[in-house]
T-cell receptor, first 111, second 113 residues
Framework: QKEVEQNSGPLSVPEGAIASLNCTYSDRGSQSFFWYRQYSGKSPELIMF????GDKEDGRFTAQLNKASQYVSLLIRDSQPSDSATYLCAVNPGGYQKVTFGIGTKLQVIP | KAGVTQTPRYLIKTRGQQVTLSCSPI?????VSWYQQTPGQGLQFLFE???????NKGNFPGRFSGRQFSNSRSEMNVSTLELGDSALYLC????????????FGPGTRLTVL
């Protein structure tokens, strides 16, 4: 069973702090990795994707990938109350195969 | 460019009935995936279509079916509804042959009474 695991949270961080969201996956051959943000009552929206080992930065967001450890993370710097949402990790084994989502981590940024 | 649209947005049905949900992908996107989202299970993959062909199917009973039309619009059907089918059904489109970044529609909230 190919799985994507996330801590469901909630993860509470004070405003201005760094939020660190983690995800592990079981399929060692997985090729691409995605982070989606889902606000309550809304549909998921893509915020980051990463294909290669290392870090990828986009504004206040940094995605980190370690394929050897089968681990992907999302760092949110200078967290804002508007970042409060559920963050979904998604893994694509490659090509046409289905994308598997984690359960999501609920992030709460406390003003 | 218009986003992914789904109709209807809300639906209330009773057990035993059937339902058809519709999804129109972003213009030019040829891959459409369907997901069921419930609080306890998260996003569960139903099926994915590309150029009218079902390429992948999740672990759902045969009561769940779908299709894609030549204009990339997709429908999913659930027959003989059960209480446990109450969920948010999300459609996502992806631009290319490979399934990379996906763009989600607003979803259809199905309630089965």
């Amino acid at each position: 069973q190919k799985e994507v695991e996330q801590n469901s949270g909630p993860l509470s961080v004070p405003e201005g702090a760094i939020a660190s969201l983690n995800c592990t996956y079981s399929d060692r051959g997985s090729q691409s990795f995605f982070w989606y943000r889902q606000y309550s009552g809304k549909s998921p929206e893509l915020i980051m994707f990463i294909y290669s080992n290392g870090d990828k930065e986009d504004g206040r967001f940094t995605a980190q990938l370690n394929k050897a450890s089968q681990y992907v993370s999302l760092l949110i710097r200078d967290s804002q109350p508007s970042d409060s949402a559920t963050y979904l990790c998604a893994v694509n084994p490659g090509g046409y195969q289905k994308v598997t989502f984690g359960i999501g981590t609920k992030l709460q940024v406390i003003p | 460019k218009a986003g992914v649209t789904q109709t209807p947005r809300y639906l209330i049905k009773t057990r035993g009935q059937q339902v058809t949900l519709s999804c129109s992908p972003i213009s030019g996107h040829r891959s459409v995936s369907w997901y069921q989202q419930t609080p306890g299970q998260g996003l569960q993959f139903l099926f994915e279509y590309f150029s009218e062909t079902q390429r992948n199917k999740g672990n759902f009973p045969g009561r769940f079916s779908g299709r894609q039309f030549s204009n990339s619009r997709s429908e999913m059907n659930v027959s003989t509804l059960e209480l446990g089918d109450s969920a948010l059904y999300l459609c996502a489109s992806s631009p290319g042959r490979e399934i990379n970044e996906q763009f989600f529609g607003p979803g259809t909230r199905l309630t089965v009474l």
